[in-house]
């Protein structure tokens, strides 16, 4: 892989474009799932991503927990051993359709106002606002992930917990931008109770950027449903747990935004990890 973006880099005019893809080589240990993609996309895709390796840079420095970073090992409930690579090489290779979007995107027509729903560590979200200058709002049911420093941090940033599948989004107004990355398979309760919710939140023209595991690459998911149109209405008196509750399909992706009155204006997939691949889309109001 490097050897071909080394030959690629060659072939390219001494610019500030050829400099870009050699720094970008330099961090592809970091970005190690994202391999598979060709010497053409990373001289192609220079310039958008080392905007988000800066972004991990500045995550990582205020990092709360040591699994972005390092390897995040322990024991399940049965008493088997699991040991997860840092977070911080994998997470781009979930939604990095999200990060090009986002980049081509904000050139186009910068969005004035970000909610990130389910941040994480946060690294979309401060990605988004390097590209655009944005003020953000996260919204996260836990405070374990999302350092309080890097939120101070960032300018005009606020953070707010609460479980939005059974509260408000405890923000005012509409925002023109609305980050939903790896939390629709986590989704408790009847997720077009919770889509519809964020689309109330979206400005007129805004977009939802949303991520998460394909099904068709992954398998199913049956413990909890078999079907998520059998999902529940929300109700706070029924236990939630915090795991991959349902996964979907492209084709369930798209009926549940469209009940939702979304409609997908992209959708892509990220390579993800181990080979199972991850939905990316874009949605914006259907009509």
Same mark, same amino acid.
């Given at each position: ?18 400099? =870009? ?11 190690? +799932? ?23 840079? !500045? ?7 040591? *699994?972005?970073? #390092? ?29 090009? *979007? ?7 027509? @910068? @969005? ?12 979309? =979200? ?14 996260? *049911?836990?405070?374990?992930?999302? =350092? ?7 300018? #005009? ?7 939005? !599948?059974?509260? @408000? ?43 998460? @595991? ?36 492209? =084709? !369930? ?18 390579? #993800? ?6 939905? +990316? ?7």
């Amino acid at each position: 892989m490097r050897e071909r973006i080394r030959a690629a880099v060659k072939r390219l005019p001494v610019t500030q474009a050829a400099a =870009s893809v050699l720094r970008l080589r330099g961090e592809l240990r970091r970005l190690r +799932n994202l391999a598979r993609f060709d010497a053409a996309f990373w001289v192609r895709s220079a310039e958008r991503l080392l905007p988000l390796l800066e972004a991990q840079q !500045e995550v990582s420095r205020h990092a709360p927990t040591p *699994w972005y970073d #390092g390897e995040n090992r322990g024991r399940w409930p049965d008493g088997t051993e699991y040991c997860f690579p840092p977070y911080r090489s994998e997470e781009a290779a979930y939604w990095l359709h999200l990060a090009l *979007w986002l980049w081509e995107d904000g050139r186009a027509r @910068p @969005p004035r106002r970000l909610l990130d729903v389910g941040p994480g560590y946060g690294t979309l =979200s401060v990605f988004a606002q390097r590209l655009t200058g944005c003020e953000l709002c996260w919204l996260d *049911w836990s405070t374990v992930y999302a =350092s309080p420093e890097l939120v101070r941090s960032t300018r #005009g940033n606020r953070f707010a917990t609460g479980n939005v !599948e059974l509260a @408000p989004i405890p923000f005012e107004g509409t925002f023109d931008a609305i980050l939903f990355s790896e939390v629709l398979e986590h989704l408790n309760f009847d997720p077009t109770h919770t889509l519809r919710r964020l689309a109330d939140a979206l400005a007129p023209a805004g977009r939802l950027y949303l991520s998460t @595991p394909d099904a068709g690459a992954h398998g199913r998911e049956t413990r909890h449903h078999r079907h998520w149109t059998q999902m529940p209405a929300p109700d706070p008196r029924r236990p939630v747990v915090d795991t991959h509750v349902y996964l979907y399909d492209e =084709s !369930e992706l798209r009926d549940v935004t469209r009940a939702a009155g979304l409609a997908i204006e992209r959708l892509d997939r990220s390579p #993800g990890t181990r080979g199972a691949a991850h939905l +990316n889309a874009v949605c914006v109001h259907a009509g």
